[in-house]
């Protein structure tokens, strides 16, 4: 299924589409067309997840924190019919 993302980035609103076959999650997506290098936050959220296994509160809280710092905003999710 396709989904429309919709988030601003620089003080731009932007649009993209999502697929779930192409990427990791779609914070992925997002950094992936803002040309953003997510090497870093990858091996924290992996250490992240090895103490916290139960607390998806927690990653949640820590990946949108993350996404904030490096500029990223409002991120809505709109499925395409």
Known sequence: M???IRYH???????MG???DKHHSVYDAIAKAEGVDLTEYHRMED????VCR???KTLKDFREEYFRKLGFSD???EREF
Do not use: M, W
Not at 9 to 15: A, I
Not at 47 to 50: E, K, R, S, V
């Open 54 to 56: 139960n607390d998806r």
């Open 47 to 50: 250490q992240l997840a090895g």
């Open 2 to 4: 396709a989904f429309r």
């Open 75 to 77: 991120i809505v999710i």
């Open 9 to 15: 980035y620089g003080k731009q609103l932007k649009e």
């Open 18 to 20: 999502y697929a779930n």
